[in-house]
T-cell receptor, first 112, second 113 residues
Framework: DGGITQSPKYLFRKEGQNVTLSCEQN?????MYWYRQDPGQGLRLIYY???????QKGDIAEGYSVSREKKESFPLTVTSAQKNPTAFYLC???????????FGDGTRLSIL | SQQGEEDPQALSIQEGENATMNCSYK?????LQWYRQNSGRGLVHLIL?????REKHSGRLRVTLDTSKKSSSLLITASRAADTASYFC?????????????FGGGTRLMVKP
């Protein structure tokens, strides 16, 4: 079945540590996105990529970094510069920008 | 800031009743989409309505769009306990992030059996 896979499901970060969240899709979608969701809130866009080897900052990119070396993969690194990283992180993809998005099941990041 | 704002923030109804959620937005849009999120899961796309459409149906879902009022509503008819979830509207169009989708804060729907 085609879809988006996020891993791990739960992740713990120590002080000063960078952690990387994985997102893989086999839908042959060009566009991929990373969102942050805080409890009881909507989604906020961190980064997006409309094509391989290109990505753009979203509304809350500070403290995060991404890469898009392959069409299928769009990993997100939460750096030590992100002082409040505890949140639910969602990856999504779509055929093109503004088409309906398909979401993974998220990674919940907590601080140790 | 969020483009779409849902109302109410939370809604509790009995199984079999209809549920209506509203979404208001600030700037002009190309499309408006509704998504559903079960607790602890990713979002699932429900329906897309274009700016030149006024109403759209999909099964028990009915979406309306009033561009003059910059608002949309999602109606779920004959609700079931399995409809319990959060529902989000998302708009695209001029915003802080170009044509990317901007999500509202969601309506948390509880359907009691």
């Amino acid at each position: 079945d085609g879809g988006i896979t996020q891993s791990p499901k739960y992740l713990f970060r120590k002080e000063g540590q960078n952690v990387t969240l994985s997102c893989e899709q086999n839908l042959n979608h060009d566009a991929m996105y990373w969102y942050r969701q805080d409890p009881g809130q909507g989604l906020r866009l961190i980064y997006y990529s409309q094509i391989v080897n290109d990505f753009q900052k979203g509304d809350i990119a500070e403290g995060y970094s991404v890469s898009r070396e392959k069409k299928e993969s769009f990993p997100l690194t939460v750096t030590s510069a992100q002082k409040n990283p505890t949140a639910f992180y969602l990856c999504a993809s779509s055929r093109t920008a503004v088409q309906p998005q398909h979401f993974g099941d998220g990674t919940r990041l907590s601080i140790l | 800031s969020q483009q779409g704002e849902e109302d109410p923030q939370a809604l509790s109804i009995q199984e079999g009743e209809n549920a209506t959620m509203n979404c208001s937005y600030k700037t002009s849009i190309n499309n408006l989409q509704w998504y559903r999120q079960n607790s602890g899961r990713g979002l699932v796309h429900l329906i897309l309505i274009r700016s030149n459409e006024r109403e759209k149906h999909s099964g028990r879902l009915r979406v309306t769009l009033d561009t003059s009022k910059k608002s949309s509503s999602l109606l779920i008819t004959a609700s079931r306990a399995a409809d319990t979830a959060s529902y989000f509207c998302a708009t695209d169009g001029p915003s802080g992030t170009g044509n990317m989708l901007t999500f509202g804060g969601g309506t948390r729907l509880m359907v009691k059996p």
